[in-house]
């Protein structure tokens, strides 16, 4: 009988691991499973998680270098298919799942990301109208941000110059597909936003969501968000939709239609400018024709025919005033003569001495009219008014 192998912890975790590495079955390996426990080391880039299902439950790890690939972010609660291997931490003796790549179960990765990134900025309110900036009805200077190459800024510049050769075109070439596709738009629009443009159009023409990807950068979102010149979106189809669509002032169908959005069309301008001069010429013409009628009017007419007629007439009316004037001036005159001889018989039916003349006489006391016989004594001298004259008299 062998003697039992005595081994560090070390050695047996080193030896565990060696024998899991060594089966090629779990060396790449498909897991379904829901994401629990999901942390992400902002700083390292890695990232840590558990898989689980009803029964059983494994650590898993994604480092940096695949977890930069992603194009969703993972969640707590989400279920997934991994790809990976299966391994042991040595130093904690821990199994695990080593992740290489990670794809949402039952729908896309990138359709996923585009979800979720599209709820974070509408409530970062990137989308909302009140941000929206207005586009120029007539704008002198245009920025065009797309691939050189391409058709769409072919087409684009076909519009522009066939419906307004007036506006000066400000281009700047792009790359619109790969990996640094959105920081060379991003960097177009903040030097674009440093030239005296009116309005810029981003243009791409259709491709698979893949190829279209860069325009649902974040960073983008934002560049688009920030610039004090109205951006129109014009990516992709007709049925194809990005974030830069959703972000940016007017969203068109397709590279050719931002164009049209972007400008007048001159043709239009120019039967519009006509159909105003027209109407124009029509009103000034009617209204130098009422002038002249009623220049004729006033030309035919009595005053300046007979102009003796008129001073006539207004002699006439002035004599008529006068003697209205002068017959009121009589009768008010009358009026009030009448109402004086009233108010003076009144005054003089009132007077003391219409009185004395009847009969009456005024005793005075020390210059004081005598109203009661109380107020005289035996002894006193009093003054007696009559209408003819006056007697003292005394008290007995």
């Not at 081994?7 to 498909?30: C, G, K």
């Not at 700083?43 to 898989?51: E, K, V």
């Not at 970062?124 to 058709?151: C, M, R, W, Y």
């Not at 020390?366 to 209408?387: E, P, R």
Request: hydrophobic share 40%.
């Amino acid at each position: 009988m062998n003697s039992p192998l005595i081994l560090t912890v070390t050695q047996l975790n080193s030896y565990a691991r060696s024998i899991i590495e060594q089966d090629s079955n779990l060396n790449n390996v498909f897991v379904v499973g829901e994401i629990s426990n999901y942390v992400d080391h902002y700083r390292s880039g890695h990232l840590y998680m558990s898989i689980k299902d009803s029964q059983s439950v494994i650590s898993a790890v994604m480092f940096a270098g695949n977890a930069s690939r992603l194009k969703f972010k993972p969640e707590n609660g989400m279920s997934v298919i991994i790809r990976g291997r299966v391994s042991i931490y040595e130093r904690d003796g821990k199994y695990q799942l080593y992740i290489d790549d990670i794809q949402p179960d039952g729908v896309g990765a990138l359709s996923l990301a585009f979800e979720q990134l599209k709820e974070k900025l509408s409530k970062a309110g990137l989308f909302d109208n009140e941000h929206k900036l207005p586009i120029p009805q007539f704008p002198n200077k245009i920025g065009v941000i797309s691939s050189p190459t391409g058709a769409a800024v072919q087409d684009v510049l076909n519009v522009l110059n066939r419906r307004y050769p007036l506006a000066e075109i400000i281009f700047s070439g792009v790359q619109v597909q790969g990996d640094s596709a959105a920081s060379s738009i991003c960097k177009a629009i903040i030097q674009m936003n440093n030239t005296d443009a009116d309005v810029i159009i981003i243009a791409r023409g259709g491709g698979s969501v893949e190829d279209l990807w860069p325009f649902n950068d974040e960073s983008l979102a934002y560049e688009i968000y920030n610039s004090h010149i109205p951006i129109i979106s014009g990516v992709g189809h007709e049925t194809d939709f990005t974030i830069c669509d959703f972000v940016a002032d007017l969203r068109a169908p397709t590279p050719s239609a931002a164009a049209e959005l972007a400008v007048p069309d001159i043709k239009e301008q120019k039967f519009y400018v006509s159909s105003l001069y027209n109407t124009l010429n029509k009103y000034i013409d009617n209204y130098l024709n009422d002038l002249g009628y009623d220049l004729d009017k006033l030309v035919n007419s009595p005053v300046l025919q007979k102009p003796e007629l008129f001073v006539d007439n207004c002699l006439e009316y002035i004599n008529s005033l006068s003697e209205k004037l002068d017959e009121c001036f009589k009768n008010n005159l009358t009026d009030y003569s009448s109402r004086f001889a009233i108010l003076c018989s009144k005054l003089d039916a009132l007077s003391p001495l219409k009185v004395l003349g009847r009969g009456y006489a005024i005793t005075k006391k020390d210059g004081l009219v005598i109203n009661n016989s109380d107020s005289l004594k035996s002894g006193d001298t009093v003054s007696i008014q009559f209408a003819d004259g006056s007697v003292d008299a005394e008290i007995i």
